[in-house]
């Protein structure tokens, strides 16, 4: 049986999240849910996409994933169930699910259409018995209105050239690390036989290292992280509160000729 | 094997939670384990009461509902364990439980009174063994002495009469949305064949949604929300921040002759 | 089949601990993992020793313990899996394992000497995997080379003579409870035949309770709590706040001639 994985902005201080767990358990007890975060600013579809990028195909192939982050989106949008790199998603159409892959998907349909109900609580009365559904075999086929495309929003592209990569800070994480969207391989390709200089907030660097601990303690550090994109951090320290930067910053790494 | 689910005020900083866990393990490795939440705040009963309230019947009939909120409660507070509802609940006797269901009770005993045991900390030493037996299947009956009534706590009536449903916010949730105690079954009785006025912090209003989006950016909506109760907001803003509103702050509606 | 708990200093609003689970359950799907807590400050070791050692024994015999807290640590740490007191435990050679446990340790291997990898991601790439092969019953000699010493860091000794027990505020919780290094064992040898003064925060106390609500409202109880060390609060209110004491503030009993 397939897990479910949970990923909000409920916060976790109301019945909200345990409500959509009961349903769950409802549809099928022997269901294993695990939470990725319920701590997704509020309507934030950006930071949900940027964690459940990240995480999703780390969990075994035909995990369902539940995704309630501004679920009431915007008037019009449709619930939907997608399979996309072998891994399900179920949630709003409001442009999150376009933020996590770009594979094409590999089904898609919409939920809620024949006898629709009317919900403020959409995770609970219709993604969650979806989810279960999913988990527990049933063809994503079988729970809704086939449908073509689903809605993908422009994330800001990262600007690589000979001259130089011009990206931008995606993540700032718990650590105050500061999580950017410049690929190793564009990287590793472009700076073939070059050096280079990684400038951000008025800074200069031209050394990258492979471990967080291979700066002095208060000192930048610079890493290919496990998300293969550059991040920039401060050893024992929180990058974003020290040096001012944040979601959005520009980070840029200059070839010399 | 039933389910336990945790409602604490204990944080998610400390070793509290997972003692409880462990405990509960101890007891029966093969019992699942659900958060509802851990970040009531420290003592807030009415807090807890309305999460508590908001969620257990969407859980299987016959699981156990572990609560440590203010378990301290008042010097000569029992620790007692309650069926209701087809549902079991394992706590201390501070008035929790009475804000919880209408209905009486089908059975209920005092705990720890054979050999009993004086603890600083009664929801590992007490209420999780208890737990962990309860979803063992053994009978409640069998874990203590029979009482005959718990605390009940007066929470906060609404007034519903043919010209107005005042009522109060009972809840301010984790995207400032305020939660009133106002049923949609009281306001579709004596709003027939009226036309009605909102009022709540200085303003007026004369519709009521049927989804959170129904509003415009910036704007309240006002909906009976999947608790049956009226809710407010500002769509994709904070209600609470922005309307100045909080818990216990009134809300009405005035019906016009 | 062993459960596996989770203390980290990721916080949740990242993808790190949802990682850390991912890989645990593509190595063996029915592993049981419980969070102990995510809310380290980042690199507290104290904290999170303190922690662990509040609870691991709480958890049955042969449970893994994955510790993801200052996981980079110093350079020159290593990654290690320790048997200690019947339990596991595998994360960073930094010396918060030295400070969970008096006793000397069953077992020790130093993880990632074979065909090691590099990664700024230790708790998914080192940790998880081993936790879950030893969760699944593999030899803990079988995954990684024999090491004969961990780090031990000094704690913070409470010094007790025939006048006095000199102590300090080890842990501030989620209450803001002060609970300290002053064990009941070293106290009832001490105090015997003897009256005692209690000293903190220029405040002065004669009497000891036995449970929280012993006090009135906001006033000052002092218990010997669960974990059998002397702890400081007050009633309905937060002492940390309210009397200015915090992680490392003394106190003091003083035994009267």
């Known amino acids: 049986m ?5 990923l909000t902005d409920s916060g976790e201080s109301d019945h909200y999240v345990a409500a959509i767990k009961a ?3 409802s549809v099928n007890p022997g ?3 695990e939470d990725i975060s319920h701590r ?3 309507t934030d579809i950006a930071h949900a996409a940027f964690v459940l990028k990240s995480v999703f195909r780390d969990f075994p192939k035909g995990t369902v994933h539940l995704v309630g982050v501004d679920a ?4 019009g949008d449709s619930y939907i169930a997608i399979q996309l790199e072998d891994h399900f998603f179920v949630g709003a159409d409001n442009g999150l699910f376009g933020l996590i892959s770009e ?3 590999q089904n898609l349909v919409e939920l809620n259409t024949i006898n629709s109900i009317t919900t403020t609580f959409p995770e609970r009365d219709v993604f969650a018995p979806i989810a279960a559904k999913l988990a527990s075999g049933v063809s994503l ?3 809704g209105k086939p449908m073509q495309v689903f809605k993908k929003m422009i994330d800001r592209q990262v600007k690589a050239t000979k001259k130089q990569i011009a990206g931008t800070v995606v993540r700032v994480d718990n650590f105050g690390n500061l999580i950017t969207n410049i690929p190793k391989e ?4 472009l700076s073939k036989g070059k050096t280079y200089t990684i400038q951000f907030g008025g800074e200069k660097f031209r050394r990258i290292q492979t471990q967080y601990n291979q700066a002095e303690q208060g000192e930048c550090f610079i890493v290919f992280n496990s998300l293969g994109v550059l991040e920039i951090g401060i050893y024992k320290g929180n990058a974003s509160e020290l040096l001012g930067l944040e979601y959005d910053s520009m980070v840029n790494i200059v070839f010399d000729e």
Chains 1, 2, 3 share one sequence.
């Open 2 to 6: 397939a897990i479910v994985t949970l």
């Open 23 to 25: 349903k769950i358990i």
């Open 103 to 105: 594979r094409p998907h």
């Open 40 to 42: 997704i600013q509020p």
């Open 72 to 75: 009431s989106g915007n008037r």
């Open 31 to 33: 269901i294993r849910i």
């Open 186 to 189: 564009a990287f590793d390709i």
């Open 141 to 143: 086929t079988d729970l």
